[in-house]
């Protein structure tokens, strides 16, 4: 038997979360075990997941400062992204909506067509690798904002008291 549907998360993943608090740098920490490492990533990544974005994609442009003509380019294309998916209502062309489906691949398209056209392939790669190093280090580092009770460790990644943490307990 399949169990029913969890309930819709209160909290929308696809919001941009406020830079004051992606910096905040008293909520850095090193994790005390591999377990908590794991959960602070997945964690950080479901929170944080538009903030990771758009900081790769300013890595993706500052690694474009050498072309300037490429530069204004992408952005151009980014402006594009940001105008017609974020849309609330259909694109209407001649009296016909445009699903977003078509939109989205449209896009996609014009995007693999420009990486190509202009040869920044290279840079896009540097980009990605120094945007993954950028996540991997924040999400592992950053402490989640949920109570213990949240965490699928339970009390048991609270080292605060012994130095062999609640796994005496056990």
Not at 51 to 56: C, D, E, G, P, S
């Amino acid at each position: 038997m399949s169990s029913p549907a969890p309930p819709p998360a209160t909290t929308n993943s696809a919001v941009l979360r406020p830079w004051p608090q992606f910096l905040d740098l008293s909520a850095l920490s090193l994790p005390i075990s591999l377990s908590e490492s794991s959960y602070r990533l997945t964690q950080n990544f479901r929170f944080f997941f538009p903030n990771y974005v758009v900081l790769t994609l300013l890595v993706f442009l500052l690694t474009l400062l050498t072309r300037p003509l490429t530069l204004i380019f992408f952005l151009c294309i980014f402006a594009a992204w940001i105008y017609l998916v974020s849309r609330d209502e259909p694109l209407t062309i001649l009296d016909y909506d445009i699903d977003q489906k078509i939109i989205v691949g449209f896009l996609v398209v014009m995007t693999l067509v420009a990486l190509l056209w202009t040869k920044v392939w290279s840079k896009l790669l540097v980009a990605l690798i120094v945007g993954a190093v950028i996540v991997l280090l924040h999400g592992v580092l950053r402490s989640p904002e949920d109570s213990v009770e949240d965490s699928p460790y339970g009390s048991l990644l609270n080292a605060v008291d012994s130095p062999r943490g609640e796994y005496a307990s056990v």
